[in-house]
């Protein structure tokens, strides 16, 4: 139960750190749930089922659109946007896991680096569907009544940090429910031997595909929350460096351990806000930290500090 | 007629450059099996060596083309001690991770050095011995002798180094590698050293592009991107780790491209390419030239 | 450019970055105002040139002792050219700093997606470079917070279109543009108005911003024989369209768009770009003398002629300034009452003698641009 209460109070601290805190730091803190999202679903499909993804930023975009559109042609609502989202990114997810199930290791990554460019190039350039480079832009949502009181209106940054909040909570405790489920074990097995896995009778393909699949989904989820929150989709917040930044989350903190990639995202999304001072050389630092950190401790901050326990 | 020549002649000029770009990467890819991110940017920084070169050092060409040689050459020594040396015994995502690192360093290293605004090579073909003497009119085709470099260089050096490949022992440890790695090593191929002429020859070839690009174009810190995604749309349309494949899927890109933007619409030509990865990843995993093989 | 040079130029823009904070670190009576412009990203060649812009109206200010009795201190972000960095940018500005005004940014979408956070807070923005109409019709009528102080995309069209017909006497006209928001509307203008005043297009082919090689598009074009080729987007691929035109002879009046109003346009273009003529709002050579006068302060302090770019970020600022010490206290709300309608009788340096910062309903000024003819590597109005 410790990880849950763990969690619990963060959860907690996390929800009335808008009473304590501005808009901007507020704004940064919704940045980096939407982040934390998106590294956990990664952590799904990389991380435990070892199927390695470099098309994140290809699902969260999918989520995103799928919203924006929704919104711009049916008028439709967040919580209708926020299955749909799911559903459209986990449906393309599965369309990736097809191919994954032929490829591994490099061949993978390459197979889904192309699938992130073409997404990136089709919401980039179909203007008459996806608006093009200006991409969608959205009103602010009525408020939603009930016999005439206003009940939440949504639309002010409190309301969308609450809702990330609360989406994200159901998204880790999904995850975390999935990843020490059987079909979790299942997906381990795939990662560590997959020969063996199929010798003993998991059926590899559905693994992976549910992997490809949940993993996708979470990075929609991700998406419409983005879309909402800021008003608005614009292809470059979708592009293949999203996913590595993603991936270098999920690796900085340790992959297939469900808080590290949490702690990556933490820290990727904090860092350059407080590097801001330093624009001229933030990006090169980033860059430079990465290599570090990969070539000293591959296994992740988490990792390293498992095996240290370990021993 | 005429202008159809004109547009695959045209196809040739930047498949080329899609050709020097990707064999290095497919090199790298299907000998190491590292995912090389910074590829792209060995391109980059062949451009800025190159104008610093001939622009400010004011050398002639081929001592310039020598120089990028070398600096391209030691760039790809230090990507191979960061991107392969401390990492080779572990999965292959980790040098991803790395390479995009570096890609993002490096980057912005030039951003800081060369600055934001793209530059241009002057080559004065008129200075070359043997270039300034070709025609620039092929029949109906007309090439300025700036582009008539690029294939040329091509030529020359994919020819080498398929024969490098093919009758050295350098080569003959190089495919070993590819096919085997394990084997290889117990037959005696010294893999390390392998690696490094590996991660050498990849870079002095995209830095060589790079090179002669720029003097048609330009270059700017981020110009690897672009040139990036297109070499690794090649690798996969030629075979993963398929160099013969990358070299002709290559120009098939270049002339695809050019072609599109002639008789279909300039907007087209990026989505081409990838409409035929797809395509490829859907029907001939293995690529276009690959036999049919288990991928692990 | 040496090497050298190039150096010194960026540890200066260096220091130029840097400086704000450190006189921040000195004295806590200063008054902060807001700048938001990309420093690193695909714009960070117009975003370097624009602060400078920025950076004098400040200074010149300071000089005669500052706003209100205060010094003035600059706060500048980099939003990156991407509209997710440019809200948190606006919030961080706005609540950190407490700054009454923004001028920024320098990116249209990401204009559009800041100036929303920015009017939550009755924080009005200054248009960094933003010419996209999309910006300023977002603008509630009447009550706008985005503002922007020289024509829109639109009329650089239309006035651009018009030069082709009228001026240069040229009916037959290929448009290519680039496939961002800024390259679409233009063609969509110039196509309008082209076709309005009895001209014809003969073609019209979209690329991607950052492609290199359109020598294929170009050689079809060649076939097709017009008269005028009118190019829209940024100035690097115009440079490279306009060269790769020269070398397989594709010979007709090239006009561009007013990105590539730039000296760095001229020297990447080379001897291509003779003959080239663009839609400009400030040249060192305006026949506007505030224009004029400003243009000759700059050339004290700098070592180059001011451009569009320094003309505009100094316009903004300028008036952004001028309208908070007429407001009487740093507030955003008071600034943007001010600026709506208190600043008709302020003269910009931009724009034809006698251009003043009378916003429009929805936050524009409009005035006619100038058409500039490069000469001898030189943009000339007199061409």
Redesign the interface.
């Known amino acids: 139960m410790k990880p849950y209460l763990i969690g619990l109070a963060v959860a907690l601290v996390l929800a009335v750190a808008p009473f304590v805190l501005g808009g901007y730091e507020t704004n940064v803190l919704m940045m980096m749930l939407f982040f934390v999202i998106l590294a956990v679903g990664l952590d799904l499909v ?1 991380g435990y089922c070892g199927q ?1 993804s ?1 098309a994140t930023g290809a699902f969260y975009g999918l989520g995103a659109y799928t919203a924006a559109i929704m919104s711009r042609d049916l008028g439709s609502p967040i919580w209708l946007n926020l299955p749909a989202g799911a559903v459209v990114a986990g449906l393309f997810g599965l369309l990736l896991g097809i ?1 994954a199930l ?6 993978l ?3 889904t ?2 699938f992130q ?2 997404v990136y ?1 089709v919401i980039s ?1 179909w203007t008459s569907f996806t608006g093009g480079q200006v991409g969608v832009s959205l009103p602010n949502p009525a408020p939603l009544t009930a016999f005439g009181v206003t009940l939440v209106q949504l639309g002010s940054l409190r309301s969308y940090y609450w809702l990330t909040l609360a989406v994200a909570v159901i998204c880790l405790l999904l995850a975390w429910r999935l990843a020490h489920s059987r079909l979790g074990s299942e997906w381990i097995a795939i990662r560590d031997d997959e020969t063996l896995a199929a010798a003993v009778g998991i059926d590899t393909t559905r693994g992976k595909l549910t992997a490809f699949i949940a993993s996708a989904a979470l990075a929609g989820v991700a998406g419409v929350l983005t879309a909402h929150a800021m008003r608005g989709v614009t292809p470059d917040d979708f592009t293949i460096w999203i996913s ?1 930044t993603v ?2 989350m999920m ?1 900085l903190g340790g992959r297939g351990t469900f808080i590290g990639p949490i702690l990556g995202a933490v820290f990727l999304v904090l860092m350059p806000e407080v590097l801001g001072r330093l624009a ?2 933030k ?2 630092i ?6 570090l950190a ?2 000293l401790m ?1 296994e992740g901050v988490i990792g390293r500090l498992r095996r240290r326990a370990a021993r | 007629m005429d ?1 159809f020549l ?2 695959v002649a ?2 040739v ?2 498949g080329s450059t899609y050709v020097l770009v990707a064999v290095g990467l497919t090199l790298i ?1 299907g000998i190491l ?3 090389n ?1 910074a590829h792209g940017e060995f391109y980059m920084i062949g451009g800025y060596v190159g104008i ?1 070169a001939i622009t ?1 050092l004011k050398l002639p060409v081929l001592a310039a083309i020598a120089v990028v040689l070398l600096a391209a050459a030691l760039v790809g020594l230090v990507a191979e001690a ?1 991107l392969h040396k ?2 080779k015994s ?5 040098s ?3 390479s ?10 030039a ?10 090579l002057n080559l004065d073909v008129s200075k070359i011995p043997v270039l300034s003497s070709l025609p620039t009119d092929f029949g109906p085709v ?1 090439l ?1 002798q700036q582009r008539t470099l690029i294939p040329l260089t091509m030529v020359i050096l994919i020819g080498v180094l398929y024969a490098v490949l093919k009758y050295t022992w350098t080569g003959r440890s190089l495919r070993a590698m590819a096919q085997h790695a394990t084997v290889a090593r117990l037959c005696g191929v010294r893999v390390q050293s392998v690696a490094v002429v590996t991660f050498m020859v990849g870079s002095a070839l995209a830095g060589i592009a790079g090179m002669l ?1 720029s003097s ?3 270059v ?1 810190p ?2 690897g991107n ?1 040139i990036a ?1 297109k070499a ?2 090649v ?2 349309l030629g075979g ?1 780790g398929n160099v013969a494949g990358a070299a002709v899927a290559g120009l098939l890109l270049g002339i695809t ?3 599109t ?2 008789y279909v ?3 087209m ?3 081409v390419g ?1 409409v035929f ?2 395509l490829v ?2 029907f001939r ?1 293995q690529g276009l030239f690959g036999k049919a093989a288990e ?2 | 450019m ?2 050298l040079s ?2 010194h ?2 540890a200066a823009i260096g220091a130029g970055v840097a400086a704000p904070s450190l006189v921040r670190a000195q004295s806590s009576e200063t008054l902060k105002i807001g700048g938001m412009l990309p420093f ?1 990203g ?1 714009a ?2 117009e975003g ?1 040139q624009i602060v400078q812009g920025l950076q004098f109206a400040v200074a010149e200010w300071n000089e005669k002792g500052g706003v209100l009795g205060r010094k003035i201190e600059l706060v500048l972000e980099d939003d990156e050219s991407n509209s997710t960095k440019g809200v948190t940018a606006v919030r961080r500005l706005i609540e950190r700093e407490k700054v009454p005004f923004i001028i920024g940014t320098y990116a249209s979408a990401v204009a559009i997606a800041a100036s929303k956070v920015a009017a939550e807070y009755k924080v009005p923005m200054l248009s960094g470079g933003s010419t996209g109409a999309g910006a300023t019709d977002q603008n509630t009528a009447g009550d706008p917070w985005f503002f922007r102080s020289w024509p829109d995309s639109n009329a650089q069209g239309d006035d651009t279109a018009k030069a082709i017909v009228n001026k240069f006497k040229k009916t037959k006209v290929a448009i290519i543009h680039d ?1 961002t928001n800024y390259g679409v509307t233009l063609a969509e203008q110039v196509t309008r108005v082209v076709t309005g005043v009895g001209g014809q297009i003969v073609s019209k ?4 911003a ?8 170009l ?2 074009l060649r ?1 097709l024989k017009p008269d005028a080729v009118y190019i829209g987007g940024w100035a ?1 691929d115009g ?2 369209i306009l060269r ?1 035109a020269a ?3 594709l010979k007709a009046q090239f006009v561009g768009s007013g990105s590539m109003l730039s000296d ?1 346009f001229i020297k ?1 273009a ?1 001897s291509a770009s003779e003959g080239f003529a663009v839609a400009t709002m400030f040249e060192a050579s305006t026949p506007n003398p505030i224009g004029k006068a400003f243009a000759e302060r700059w050339r004290k302090s700098h070592d180059f002629d001011a451009n569009t770019f320094s003309a505009l970020g100094y316009d903004s600022t300028n008036i952004a300034i001028e309208a908070l010490r007429r407001a009487g206290k740093p507030d955003g709300l008071e600034v943007q009452k001010m600026l709506k309608d208190g600043m008709k009788d302020f003269p910009l340096v931009q724009g034809p003698a006698g251009t003043t910062a009378a916003f429009n309903e929805k936050g524009g000024v409009i005035f006619p641009n100038f058409i500039a003819v490069i000469k001898d590597g030189k943009r000339r109005l007199d061409v």
């Open positions: 990389a390695f470099f191919p032929r490829l591994k290791g490099h061949f990554a390459i197979v680096i192309a460019t073409i190039l350039q590595a991936v270098a690796v001229e050389y990006m090169l980033y860059g430079s930290l990465l290599v990969i070539t591959p | 202008l004109q547009y045209n196809g000029v930047t890819f099996g590292v995912v991110f610093v400010m960061i401390p990492l572990r999965d292959a995502t980790n991803i991770i790395s995009f690192g570096l890609a993002v360093a490096l980057q912005n290293a951003l800081l050095v060369m600055g934001p605004q793209p530059q241009r007309f300025p690009m048609i174009f330009f700017y981020v110009v672009m995604l690794f749309t690798v996969i993963m491209e050019s072609l933007s002639a619409a300039n907007s030509r990026d989505v990838f990865v797809i990843l859907l995993p991928r692990s | 040496t090497l190039r150096r130029i960026l690193s695909p960070s060649i370097r496939n082919d979209g690329y991607n950052g492609e290199q090689d359109f020598s294929s598009m050689t079809r076939g690097g440079a490279n790769q070398e397989i002879g760095d990447l080379g």
